[in-house]
């Protein structure tokens, strides 16, 4: 027998002189039928794993500090800052485009208005333009009854009505007879087609005579008047 063996049998002896059984821990998570095997209590923890009586760290405390009044406080003062940033941003939003209706609406109201004005205008041109024919019949008119004088015959009676009716039309369309005589002499209103030489201080630059009416429709003057103008002249150089 060499000496390997012998000392093999020394081994094996001494263990059997000792009466100890090796004891073998079977680590294997699964029994040879296939199924899990419960974790033994007494057998250390593998690495990456936990006793099962060990306490598992838990994420209560974290949970709990996410959850608690400070945190919920928290984020509803966050949330009503965001709401208050909206508010804040619609209402300038509401207010501008309030602004921008009211200015649009102002621009509308102007535009009717400045319309208005025009047409006003262009009827008053129209009525101008169709009094203008009428106005001629009136200076014929006029100018008939001048040469009657104080002549009271059924005829000039007869021209006197129509005249006095035509102008009476035309004062339905908004003319009015304009007659400067005895007022001073106005380049707006009238036109000077002769000059009057006086000696009255008090009658220089006044009409002292009208050759032919004038008519004005509201403050616009359709045809100016033609007047005589007397010019003050002192005696000495009269």
Same mark, same amino acid.
């Given at each position: 027998?060499?000496?390997?063996?012998?000392?093999?049998?020394?081994? $094996?002896?001494?263990?059997?002189?000792?009466?100890?059984?090796?004891?073998?821990?079977?680590?294997?998570?699964?029994?040879?039928?296939?199924?899990?095997?419960?974790?033994?209590?007494?057998?250390?923890?593998?690495?990456?794993?936990?006793?099962?009586?060990?306490?598992?760290?838990?994420?209560?405390?974290?949970?709990?500090?996410?959850?608690?009044?400070?945190?919920?406080? +928290?984020?509803?003062?966050?949330? =009503?800052?965001?709401?208050?940033?909206?508010?804040?941003?619609?209402?300038?939003?509401?207010?501008?485009?309030?602004?921008?209706?009211? +200015?649009?609406?102002?621009?509308?109201?102007?535009?009717?208005?400045?319309?208005? #004005?025009?047409?006003?205008?262009?009827?008053?041109?129209?009525?101008? =333009?169709? +009094?203008?024919?009428?106005?001629?019949?009136?200076?014929?008119?006029?100018?008939?009854?001048?040469?009657?004088?104080?002549?009271?015959?059924?005829?000039?009676?007869?021209? #006197?009505?129509? $005249?006095?009716?035509?102008?009476?039309?035309?004062?339905?369309?908004?003319?009015?007879?304009?007659?400067?005589?005895?007022?001073?002499?106005?380049?707006?209103?009238?036109?000077?087609?002769?000059?009057?030489?006086?000696?009255?201080?008090?009658?220089?630059?006044?009409?002292?005579?009208?050759?032919?009416?004038?008519?004005?429709?509201?403050?616009?003057?359709?045809?100016?008047?033609?007047?005589?103008?007397?010019?003050?002249?002192?005696?000495?150089?009269?």
């Amino acid at each position: 027998m060499d000496e390997a063996d012998k000392g093999y049998n020394r081994g $094996r002896g001494s263990q059997e002189g000792d009466g100890e059984a090796v004891k073998v821990n079977d680590r294997r998570r699964f029994d040879p039928s296939g199924n899990p095997r419960d974790p033994d209590p007494s057998e250390p923890p593998r690495a990456g794993e936990s006793s099962p009586g060990a306490a598992q760290p838990s994420g209560g405390s974290a949970e709990a500090s996410q959850n608690g009044p400070e945190a919920v406080r +928290a984020r509803a003062e966050a949330d =009503n800052e965001a709401l208050r940033k909206e508010l804040e941003v619609a209402r300038k939003r509401v207010d501008e485009l309030a602004r921008a209706f009211q +200015a649009l609406n102002n621009d509308r109201e102007e535009f009717k208005q400045r319309l208005s #004005r025009e047409r006003e205008r262009m009827l008053d041109v129209e009525k101008g =333009n169709i +009094a203008q024919i009428l106005l001629e019949v009136m200076d014929e008119l006029d100018l008939s009854l001048q040469a009657a004088g104080n002549d009271d015959s059924p005829l000039a009676r007869g021209v #006197r009505l129509i $005249r006095d009716g035509i102008l009476s039309k035309l004062q339905t369309l908004g003319i009015e007879r304009v007659d400067p005589l005895g007022e001073p002499f106005d380049p707006n209103s009238s036109e000077a087609a002769d000059v009057e030489i006086t000696t009255d201080p008090a009658k220089d630059q006044k009409v002292v005579g009208v050759t032919r009416a004038g008519y004005r429709l509201k403050d616009r003057v359709i045809r100016p008047a033609r007047a005589k103008v007397a010019k003050y002249v002192k005696p000495a150089d009269a």
